[in-house]
């Protein structure tokens, strides 16, 4: 191999280790840690994400990259070294322009106020946890200022975070699926509910979990490879590819909540943990954007774990589990009420259909806020107006309004949550692409067979990691670009 | 404040924060990690030790050192930035001895050997785990290579864990206490041994746990700044002052293991959360030494937990907890039951009186390894040899045996036990001393209360970190020197 890309590997293996050991200090941070810690937590997180930029944006990298392009030339683009160089130069650029000190102080403050805002939303206290959110948004904005010639102040957390995408095209995507979607909303919520009763009943918290576990092993989860941990917001997090753990959290008087949690942070995860060996301690050893790993959590969850056939082969299983709650519960009373279309009030619980209404306030809140639209200090009530416009429900709290999500209360305001959508469209064409590949996916579903799905994702997404950008992956998955037509298709059908 | 100071700070707090990122690497690969993980975890924890390492043997750390001399001759001996100049400087001569390289090597072979260790405990596989040791036995000479004048291969390790000892004070304190042991142990065991089969029952693991926890929160251990968790080693650990973590292991048919490893490590984890939070993230802000540290765990484990008044006031309590195993079985039996000395196999098990003569056991052993008077293909039969002369017994298996340990498996042979016998003598000068000044004190015990005593130890030991060397911080304690003399009277008298 050549010196220099030795060279090269050595110094990123090195920076991967440092995210790696940031990511454990994150990770306990929401599992184990005591509340004393918090301080100190803020401040090695800081120093650890620091060090790892300061490592990766150094101009020794810098001179490597430039020594090996006649090298990365010579090689063909889809082989794991050119990828490695192609991707390594392209985040290099994007993030020499950001001071590691910056780096620093932004992680402690997220850090400090990811703690506040755990403390403050079982109280609804909005107020605490305001002057964090301003203090992170004006963060926000200086984060975009290190960039030049952009069209929006969002554009370069949402290209962190969704490679090559931008607020113009997402708001073009957005508008498109918006007139789809409000027509359906209308046509399902005019028809009598779903009767979800039999979702809100008591299920013990160690049996939930025990369900839970049991359904994403045959998914297709390695727990040797990882673990399931409860918090307060459900997180996959990756310290290896050997190594990616899931989140969740549980409500023991309603069922959907451990479940569908744990089956979307393992969909996360198995793309981690499927990424191919080769590319271990690189920048490759990760999901390529926001967008698709969302298609992968989207996919597992609701394409076959509200399916129909998931069910007729799990539903015995849990009955057996719950016999006092389920026992006299037929399936298809089951079925319905794990896809009930409500006008509902949190994002994570929402269903399929009015899923993306949520995301699509959030994401315009957030071009609002930092175009200085709309003030920290009128979130709350600019949720309400707007819940109430396009779901015909108002929260109660802001427990259950503005304060519902972790993201903007430990990272930045921008960037945070067009994935999801993204997510929902690209998971359809991948399912969708799947199922005309191999015909008999639904069938084996059903028969609690995941292995020629799990294998047509790790052959054709998981295994390259970051090596492709977005576009890229879907063009080589499906044969064509990103397209909503899967997704409505889908819906409508359902 | 001196600018230079400042800044010397800041690097030193770089520093802290590297280590405690490999510290929480270190405690989740025990605690937490999936098997997987260990592959990427012992390459994560080499490329942090290294980094903590180069980083604080830098250049520039000596060149602000040796500016802020004058500055630190200018102060009070015992003022907090006169000790962090000293001790800063002690240990930068002392470190930059050692190159990085073979920090993150040694890290990565012991991180893998400590794993294999555990897998090949259970089952007594020596033969596994010798090539670990052997190779670990090769870098604890090559450690002690790179220091020079020194009289003995052990010197450097023991004066990394016990600074200011070396292997020939140590043998001179160990001789000296052996003869007054032997006599001692030959007296008691002679005696019809004493009935511990109250402790030998069952019982149920979650409520030993819960009971530990409440023995030791109310010793003043303070969990809102800590956590319990199980491993295949007990250990404390910590991250910061206010985030320090102690595990246990439990036999649920054996009551003494888990009570008394879990008081063991909160004595450990008292000291470091009693140090001054004006010595936060430097290298202050740790106990001073193996030997002090021991003191505290023991102190609190034997002088405090076996005594009589302890448990006036805390059987009734754990009868209370297992009343079909204890109702019937009166406090004298139970007393004499945890305080039982005999010809016993395991180290951490054994009585105060024994204790020490594993502990010997061990250095020599050391010692005889490092000096290639002692094989490690023949460590096992040389352990059944010694412990059928020591004690009378030979061990059946090597899991009771040469593998019951995890120091040599997972870090260096030598320097590795002299602290634990160190600390049976400390930690009894400090005790008596303790009680001469407040004799109060072991009523307060009988009476569940242990604030006079965890006062003394904060503001005579925990409180001072690693400001003063073991032999400045006895003379500050109890007025004189190290002496043996307290030990012997405790263990004669009881």
Redesign the interface.
């Known amino acids: 191999m050549e010196p220099k890309l030795e060279q090269l590997k050595k110094y990123l293996?090195?920076v991967f280790?440092?995210n790696?050991?940031?990511a454990?200090?994150a990770w306990?941070q929401e599992t184990?840690?005591?509340?004393?810690?918090?301080?100190?937590?803020a401040?090695?997180l800081a120093?650890?994400t620091r060090?790892a930029h300061e490592n990766f944006t150094s101009d020794e990298i810098g001179y490597l990259l430039d020594d090996l392009e006649p090298y990365r030339e010579s090689l063909p683009y889809e082989s794991n070294e050119a990828s490695l160089l192609r991707i390594t130069r392209r985040e290099y650029t994007r993030k020499r322009q950001v001071p590691a000190e910056f780096i620093a102080r932004f992680t402690e403050l997220a850090s400090l106020s990811y703690q506040n805002w755990v403390r403050a939303r079982p109280d609804s206290d909005f107020a605490s946890t305001q002057p964090w959110l301003e203090r992170l948004l004006d963060s926000s904005r200086e984060y975009s200022s290190y960039f030049s010639g952009i069209d929006h102040l969002a554009d370069p957390m949402i290209d962190a975070s969704d490679p090559g995408m931008s607020a113009l095209e997402i708001r073009r995507i957005f508008t498109e699926l918006r007139e789809e979607l409000l027509p359906l909303v209308e046509a399902i919520i005019s028809q009598p509910p779903a009767d979800d009763s039999c979702l809100r009943q008591h299920f013990a918290e160690s049996e939930q979990l025990a369900f839970a576990q049991h359904v994403v092993r045959r998914l297709g989860y390695?727990?040797?490879?990882?673990?399931l941990?409860k918090t307060a917001h459900p997180f996959a997090t990756r310290?290896?590819?050997?190594?990616v753990?899931i989140t969740t959290r549980v409500d023991e008087n309603f069922l959907g909540q451990a479940l569908f949690s744990t089956i979307h942070e393992a969909g996360h995860a198995m793309y981690e943990q499927g990424i191919d060996p080769a590319l271990?301690?690189t920048p490759l050893a990760e999901g390529t954007s926001s967008g698709v790993h969302e298609s992968q959590s989207r996919l597992w969850e609701n394409l076959v774990g509200r399916s129909r056939g998931f069910w007729q082969y799990f539903y015995p299983q849990l009955q057996t589990r719950f016999p006092a709650q389920l026992a006299h519960v037929p399936l298809d009373i089951f079925y319905r009420a794990v896809n009930k279309v409500e006008r509902s009030l949190v994002r994570v619980e929402a269903d399929e259909v009015t899923y993306n209404l949520h995301v699509m306030m959030r994401f315009d809140f957030e071009l609002q806020m930092l175009e200085d639209k709309l003030a920290i200090r009128d979130l709350p009530e600019a949720w309400y107006a707007r819940m109430e416009k396009d779901m015909g429900v108002v929260p109660p709290s802001d427990a259950l309004g503005a304060m519902q999500d972790v993201h903007w209360f430990a990272g930045t305001i921008g960037g945070s949550f067009q994935g999801y959508t993204l997510g929902n469209v690209m998971g359809t064409q991948f399912f969708e692409t799947a199922v005309h590949a191999h015909t008999s996916i639904p069938d084996e579903i059903a028969q609690g067979e995941f292995g020629t799905l799990h294998h047509w994702l790790r052959e054709n997404i998981y295994r390259h990691g970051s090596k492709f950008t977005p576009p890229e992956l879907i063009q080589r998955a499906t044969g064509g670009p990103l397209s909503i037509a899967p997704y409505i298709r889908y819906l409508r059908k359902k």
Chains 1, 2 share one sequence.
């Open positions: 293996a090195q280790d440092l790696s050991a940031a454990l200090l306990d184990h840690m005591p509340p004393g810690g918090e301080a100190a937590r401040q090695q120093t650890l060090l390695d727990f040797t490879r990882g673990r941990d310290f290896s590819i050997d190594d753990r271990a301690r």
